[in-house]
């Protein structure tokens, strides 16, 4: 199961949580965002995490070039605003991340077409006019009909310590991300939390 902690904006923090054995550090390139990061800061998360855990760019309906220039840094990147198909099968599907903010059970549809191409899929809670960072809890039920479909989801919204193994026993997903539940403050992260999370994933043995 793959590990995914986002909102990190300092280079210490991507070096600690990435020793913990965390699989994707994400950092997030949207200005509106109160975790928002520059190239310059990304070059410099990239630079302090090691070689086993990957840098995942967060980005909110951005250029082409842009993200062409991101992914010059970046091992993946993460398409949490409204890009359509036609824009994001322009990149290597292998470093994409297709967000979906899953309000209701007719949104499923919207993902065939990334399910078809094998592309790696994030579901977030939605909240109008938020992308991503809500805090708010996922919907296990509906969270059931996306993972039982497609074994490349990523599961997001409002997971911390307390749920994290509510979520994992219930859907099994593919990977886990977190975000604000591990947070002192927007873009700082509790390390004793994180470490917390992280083992409480890797240790999961499923019920019987």
Do not use: W
Request: charged fraction near 30%; glycine fraction near 6%; include cysteine.
């Amino acid at each position: 199961m793959l590990i995914k902690v986002c909102g990190i904006t300092l280079p210490q923090q991507a070096e600690e949580i990435s020793s913990l054995g965390v699989d994707l550090i994400g950092a997030i390139l949207y200005p509106k965002s109160p975790r928002y990061v520059d190239l310059k800061t990304l070059k410099s998360l990239k630079e302090s995490i090691n070689k086993n855990s990957k840098l995942v760019a967060v980005v909110v309906n951005e250029k082409e070039d842009t993200v062409r220039d991101i992914l010059k840094v970046a091992d993946l990147i993460q398409f949490h605003g409204d890009e359509d198909y036609n824009f994001i099968k322009q990149f290597d599907k292998d470093r994409v991340i297709k967000v979906f903010r899953l309000k209701d059970e007719n949104q499923i549809k919207s993902m065939e077409k990334y399910m078809e191409d094998g592309y790696t899929i994030l579901v977030d809670t939605y909240k109008e006019g938020m992308y991503g960072g809500t805090g708010e809890s996922i919907d296990l039920n509906l969270l059931k009909k996306v993972v039982s479909i497609y074994d490349k989801v990523i599961v997001s919204g409002g997971i911390g310590l307390d749920n994290v193994k509510i979520v994992i026993e219930n859907l099994k997903p593919y990977g886990i991300d977190a975000s604000s539940k591990l947070e002192v403050k927007a873009g700082v992260k509790d390390i004793e939390k994180v470490k917390e999370f992280v083992k409480t994933i890797k240790n999961y043995e499923p019920n019987n």
